[in-house]
């Protein structure tokens, strides 16, 4: 099965604090997603990745960056924290198959509260 | 990627067939309707995925209509652990992009 961990299930943050929020997948995959979910707004994507040291932005890459150094590994990082990024914060990962669409396989989120 | 429909909850009883409606009568030929569930604070976990043809893994079947503009997700001996938002969505594309998801279907299972 694959394997998509997020490296924490809840984090408590400040205003202004610079956050780091983790993701490893142990299946190989090319592709690698970041995704925020809201009560009323649903599942809004950040930034993705289709390789190593590649990155796209979603619909809301405000106030993010990430970070692939590594294919398995996949970082968001909030530079200066705010109230409204608090938020549930998933990562998923997916194969390339060159003209297949494949289904991503998520993690079990991160809930980030920022006070 | 076109829009789909669901209805917003379902009750099943335990040890039936959860049978789950999902309308998508825009879809183009070339997008494939998928099923996601998410458990209460867990992420979203793949079920399965069609383009035409009825699809069947361990998890549940898929039965698409001829004319392609809806589909149920079966899960054949819903138990307890099946509670969750069910998401049907289409999607097209060479390279993995976005996942969209509606409202989706709240699915309870009676016990």
């Known amino acids: 099965d694959v394997k998509v961990t997020q490296s924490s299930r809840y984090l408590v943050k400040r205003t202004g604090e610079k956050v780091f929020l983790e993701c490893v997948q142990d299946m190989d995959h090319e592709n690698m997603f970041w995704y925020r979910q809201d009560p009323g707004l649903g599942l809004r994507l950040i930034y993705f990745?289709?390789?190593?040291?590649?990155?796209e932005k979603g619909d809301i890459p405000e106030g993010y960056s990430v970070s692939r150094e590594k294919k398995e590994r996949f970082s968001l990082i909030l530079e200066s924290a705010s109230t409204n990024q608090t938020s549930m914060y998933l990562c998923?990962?997916?194969?390339?198959?060159?003209?297949?669409?494949?289904?991503?396989?998520f993690g079990d989120g991160t809930r980030l509260s920022i006070l | 990627d076109a829009k789909t429909t669901q209805p917003p909850s379902m009750d099943c009883a335990e040890g039936r067939a959860a049978n789950l409606p999902c309308n998508h009568s825009t879809i183009s030929g070339n997008e494939y309707v998928y099923w996601y569930r998410q458990i209460h604070s867990q992420g979203p976990q793949y079920i399965i995925h069609?383009?035409?043809n009825n699809e069947t893994n361990e998890m549940a079947s898929l039965i698409i209509t001829e004319d392609r503009k809806s589909s149920t997700l079966i899960l054949p001996h819903a138990t307890l652990r099946d509670t969750a938002v069910y998401y049907c969505i289409v999607r097209v594309g060479f390279r993995d992009d976005k996942i969209i998801f509606g409202k989706g279907t709240r699915l309870h299972i009676l016990p």
């Open positions: 069609g383009l035409k």
């Open positions: 998923a990962s997916s194969p390339s198959t060159g003209g297949y669409v494949q289904p991503q396989h």
């Open positions: 990745s289709y390789d190593v040291k590649m990155k």
